[in-house]
C-alpha cells in the first residue's frame, strides 16, 4: 500500500512536471514568435521604403510590374532576377543570422494573391495566412499595374525554427524529463522485486518455522519421556529417549547452519579456502554421504568418471556440500525410482561434471529463476518436497565464487541434468 503511494506521488509529480514545462515551453513560442514578428516588420519596413522611395530597386520594381503590358525586352529580361537578388540581399542583412536559420520565400503579387509579378522558388499562394507577413505598396507601383501591389514575406519553418532558438530549454528539460522517467520506471520495477522478496521471505520463515517446529515438538516430548523413564529407573529408555534427542537436535542444528552457512557467504571478508583436490575423490565422498537416502527411496546411482585430469583447485567442504546439495535434489524431487547418473569429462582445459536424473523436470519459465535465494518451483508436485529454496542459490554460489559455471538442461516430466564446469589445476 505505500508502495503504490509512492509510485502515485511520483507519477503525478512528473505530470505536474511535464505540464508545467509545457506552459513554460508555450509561453517560450509565443515570446519567440513576438520577437519574430517584430524583427520581419521591420524588414517589411526597409523593404517598402526601398519599393517607394527614389532608387534602383523602386525603378526595377516599375519596370516587372509593367511588364504585362510592356514585355520585357534583351537585356531587361534579367531585371525579375535582379531584383530578387536585391530584394534578397536586403532581408539577408535586416534579418541578421536568423536569415540562414529561416526558410522563407517572397513575392510581388496583386491585392488578392491571384496574380504574380515576381516570386522567390518555394513560395507557396495557397499557404496559411498565419505565416505570410505583408505590406502594400502605393504611389507609383499601384499606377504601373493599375492595382494594388503587395510585398508577401513567407516563413515556411515557423515552427521549427522557433524551437531551435528555444533549444537551450526544451533539450535539457526533455533530458531531466527522460531521466526522471527512467527513474520511476527504475522505481517501480525495484518496487515489485521488493514485493516479489518480502513474498519468498514471507515464504522461507513459513517452511523454516514448519521444519524446526517438528523436531522442537519432538525434543520437548522426548525430553519428558527420558524424565520419567529416569524416574522410574529404566535407564535403557532414557539412554534410547537421549539418542533421539540427540538425533532431533541434530536436524535443528542442520537447519540452522544451513541458513548461516548460506548467509556468510554474502560477507564481502568470506574466503574460501581453496586447495588442489581429486574432484573424482570428492565426488565418492559425497555419494557415500547420500547412499543410506538413496537406499531409503530405492534409487539407481551410476557413475562415468571418464575425466583424464580431476585436480581443480577448491574449497573441499563446499564444493562436496554442493554435490550432495545436487544429489539431495535428484533424490527428492524424484519420479518413481530415482535414476542418477554422474559423469565427469575434461574440455577446453576444463573439468566438467554432470549430474543426471529421472526426476520431474522444471518448467522452462523458471529455470532462471530457481537459482535465486528462496525461491521454490510450485508447480506439479514440488510444493510437496519439504525445503527452504537455499540450496540451488548456495550451489550457484559456491561454483561463482571458484570463477566456475553452472548449467542447467530440464524438461518438465522428463528430469533434470546440472553441468558444472571448474578450470583444471595444473
Keep these: 500500500m505505500k508502495n503504490g503511494i509512492i509510485v502515485g506521488i511520483v507519477i503525478v509529480s512528473l505530470l505536474g512536471l511535464i505540464f508545467v514545462q509545457y506552459h513554460f515551453l508555450r509561453a517560450g513560442l509565443l515570446l519567440e514568435r513576438a520577437r519574430m ?15 517607394v522611395q527614389p532608387n534602383p530597386v523602386r525603378e526595377m520594381t516599375l519596370r516587372v510590374l509593367v511588364k504585362d503590358k510592356s514585355p520585357l525586352a534583351s537585356p531587361e529580361y534579367l531585371l525579375p532576377e535582379q531584383l530578387k537578388d536585391s530584394l534578397n ?21 496583386t491585392e488578392r494573391n491571384d496574380h ?9 499562394t495557397l499557404a496559411d495566412h498565419s505565416l505570410i ?27 521549427n525554427y522557433l524551437l531551435g532558438r528555444l533549444a537551450y530549454l526544451t533539450i535539457p528539460s526533455l533530458v531531466f524529463i527522460l531521466l526522471l522517467a527512467a527513474c520511476l520506471v527504475l522505481l517501480i520495477v525495484y518496487l515489485n522485486r521488493q514485493r516479489r522478496l518480502d513474498l519468498v521471505k514471507n515464504d522461507f520463515i513459513n517452511n523454516l518455522t514448519h521444519e524446526l517446529k517438528t523436531p522442537v515438538f519432538s525434543i520437548g516430548m522426548l525430553s519428558r519421556m527420558m524424565k520419567n523413564a529416569i524416574e522410574k529407573g529404566q535407564k535403557e529408555k532414557a539412554l534410547e529417549y537421549g539418542q533421539l ?5 541434530e536436524v535443528i542444528k542442520g537447519h540452522v547452519e544451513r541458513v548461516l552457512e548460506l548467509a556468510s557467504l554474502d560477507s564481502p571478508n568470506y574466503h574460501m579456502e581453496r586447495r588442489p583436490v581429486s574432484f573424482h575423490d570428492l565426488i565418492r565422498e559425497a ?10 527411496h530405492q534409487g539407481l546411482l551410476s557413475m562415468r568418471l571418464e575425466a583424464a585430469s580431476d585436480l581443480v583447485n577448491v574449497d573441499p ?13 535428484a533424490i527428492k524431487y524424484h519420479k518413481g525410482t530415482p535414476e542418477i547418473e554422474l559423469s565427469t569429462r575434461n574440455e577446453n582445459g576444463h573439468f566438467i561434471f554432470s549430474i543426471s536424473d529421472n526426476g520431474i523436470g522444471i518448467p522452462g519459465d523458471q529455470q ?25 542459490n548456495y550451489v550457484r554460489q559456491i561454483v561463482r565464487a571458484h570463477r566456475g559455471q553452472i548449467r542447467l538442461f530440464s524438461k518438465l516430466g522428463e528430469g533434470s541434468r546440472f553441468e558444472i564446469a571448474l578450470i583444471v589445476d595444473k
Excluded at 540581399?89 to 503579387?109: E, H, K, V, W
Excluded at 504574380?116 to 507557396?124: K, P, S, W
Excluded at 505598396?137 to 515552427?159: E, M
Excluded at 534427542?245 to 537436535?249: D, F, G
Design 37 to 51: 514578428d517584430q524583427r520581419v516588420n521591420v524588414v517589411l519596413n526597409e523593404v517598402y521604403l526601398k519599393l
Design 89 to 109: 540581399t536586403l532581408i539577408r542583412d535586416g534579418l541578421g543570422p536568423d536569415s540562414s536559420r529561416l526558410s522563407y520565400a517572397f513575392a510581388l503579387t
Design 116 to 124: 504574380l509579378f515576381l516570386a522567390t522558388e518555394g513560395y507557396d
Design 133 to 159: 507577413y505583408q505590406r502594400g505598396i502605393g504611389g507609383l507601383a499601384g499606377q504601373a499595374c493599375d492595382c494594388r501591389p503587395f510585398f508577401r514575406f513567407q516563413v515556411k519553418n515557423t515552427v
Design 245 to 249: 534427542i540427540e538425533k532431533e537436535n
Design 287 to 296: 555419494v557415500s554421504g547420500i547412499q543410506a537416502q538413496l537406499l531409503t
Design 317 to 329: 567442504v563446499h564444493m562436496k556440500n554442493v554435490l550432495q546439495n545436487l544429489l539431495d535434489n
Design 368 to 392: 532462471d529463476k530457481i537459482f535465486e535465494k528462496f525461491y521454490r518451483v510450485t508447480e506439479g508436485d514440488l510444493h510437496n518436497v519439504k525445503g527452504f529454496g537455499l540450496g540451488l
